[in-house]
């Protein structure tokens, strides 16, 4: 045998063994890798489907507390609508009776100042009569001095 293929040969065979082996190994870690990526395939898919369980369960949860809250701001909004009718109706009550009571009191004011104006005009009218009266009677002992008076001239 050849010295330098003798001494080139143990190296030949080391560098083939590990090029096998590094092919072998290649192909193994290629398995691997697919064997690794198909499971992180299917644990993304398991992932991606309870998330998408999760979404839809919160979904139906938030539609269904939404559906709380607009039944209940409903029944607040009719309970608060019904309050006001009520609140207002009463409030008109106490507004008709208020004006009754002013056309009463209105009434009644106005039928004393009418007694007051006539018990005013009687009043005045007496003393009219009482200072007719008067004139009349100073007039009649003025008309007695002028008679007095003139007695004595017609008289002659």
Do not use: C, H
């Not at 644990?43 to 991606?48: E, I, P």
């Not at 809250?69 to 008109?92: A, G, H, I, S």
């Amino acid at each position: 045998m050849n010295p330098i293929l003798a001494q080139w040969l143990p190296a030949i065979f080391i560098v083939l063994a590990v090029w096998v082996g590094l092919i072998y190994n290649n192909k193994r870690l290629d398995d691997f890798k697919d064997v690794m990526n198909k499971r992180l395939d299917d644990f993304k898919a398991g992932v991606d489907a309870r998330l998408d369980d999760f979404k839809d369960g919160v979904d139906a949860r938030l539609d269904d507390f939404k559906d709380g809250m607009d039944k209940r701001l409903d029944d607040f909004k009719d309970v608060m609508d019904k309050r006001l009718d009520d609140f207002k109706d009463v409030m008109n009550k106490r507004f008709d009776d208020s004006k009754d009571l002013m056309n009463v009191a209105i009434g009644q004011s106005k039928a004393e100042t009418q007694t007051q104006i006539m018990e005013s005009e009687k009043r005045i009218l007496q003393a009219s009569r009482e200072s007719e009266q008067r004139i009349i009677e100073a007039i009649t002992g003025l008309e007695r001095r002028v008679g007095r008076l003139e007695a004595p001239y017609i008289r002659s």
